[in-house]
């Protein structure tokens, strides 16, 4: 099942902050995180295994519920550069490789 | 990083043409290659998961016989559309995965995509 994101859109200052938030319905094996600009590939940012678990590398971290059916990806002071689309994709219990991505939630920051 | 590369980046063709799409990852090998397909605005739809030496795992409403699939070697995967029609006009992305053992903690990269138009 496809993961839920939150909010679809967001618009931001330079220096912002954000937050994105991806629900499943069933708990997940794994959340993977992506960034994708237009016309562009998805760009990995992490992934989180564990319940309970916080994360991050610069200003974007993520943390992923103890019932890891949650996760959100955390954007402190953003910059212009954090500008795309960022969509999170789910593995399923069991180990399963594929992904299920979310719709996306698309981010501008601007000047 | 993991470098993955897809040609061509662009193709336009004409209705019942067939197009050959290839998805190399250039510094590891991967076991696992993903196809996806994305319409604008949206999200990546997973069509098939590709096993070196075996054969694809398509999804549900995804048709075999339309999207081939052939996964060659560890580098290589390689998805033909076979008698394309407009509605096959998409921008299609593969994925490879680096196989550390993990399975589904294993990270997926994503090659730059091909923009496919039929005419």
């Known amino acids: 099942q496809q993961p839920v994101q939150s909010p679809q859109a967001v618009i931001l200052r330079e220096g912002e902050d954000a937050v994105i938030n991806c629900s499943s319905s069933?708990?997940?094996?794994?959340v993977h995180w992506y960034r994708q600009k237009h016309g562009e590939a998805p760009v990995f940012l992490m992934i989180?295994?564990?319940?309970?678990e916080q994360k991050g590398h610069d200003k974007i971290s993520a943390s992923f519920n103890e019932k890891k059916q949650k996760s959100s990806l955390y954007l402190t002071a953003s910059q212009l550069s954090y500008s795309g689309t960022y969509f999170c994709?789910?593995?399923?219990?069991?180990?399963?490789?594929?992904?299920?991505f979310g719709k996306g939630t698309k981010l501008t920051v601007n000047p | 990083g993991a470098v993955v590369s897809q040609h061509p980046s662009r193709v336009i063709c004409k209705s019942g043409t067939s197009v050959k799409i290839e998805c190399r990852s250039l510094?590891?090998?991967?076991?696992?290659m993903f196809w996806y397909r994305q319409f604008p605005k949206q999200s990546l739809m997973l069509m098939a998961t590709?096993?070196?030496?075996?054969?694809?795992?398509?999804e549900q409403g995804v048709e075999k016989d339309k999207f081939l699939i052939n996964h060659a070697s560890l580098t290589l995967s390689t998805l033909t559309v076979t008698s394309a029609h407009p509605e096959d006009s998409s921008f299609y992305i593969c994925?490879?995965?680096?196989?550390?053992?993990?399975?589904?903690?294993?990270?997926?990269?994503f090659g730059p995509g091909t923009r496919l138009t039929v005419l």
């Open positions: 069933k708990a997940l094996y794994s």
């Open positions: 590709s096993n070196e030496g075996s054969k694809a795992t398509y």
């Open positions: 989180l295994l564990k319940g309970g």
């Open positions: 994709g789910g593995s399923e219990q069991g180990g399963s490789e594929k992904l299920v």
């Open positions: 510094d590891f090998q991967a076991t696992t």
């Open positions: 994925s490879a995965r680096v196989a550390s053992g993990g399975g589904a903690t294993d990270t997926q990269y």
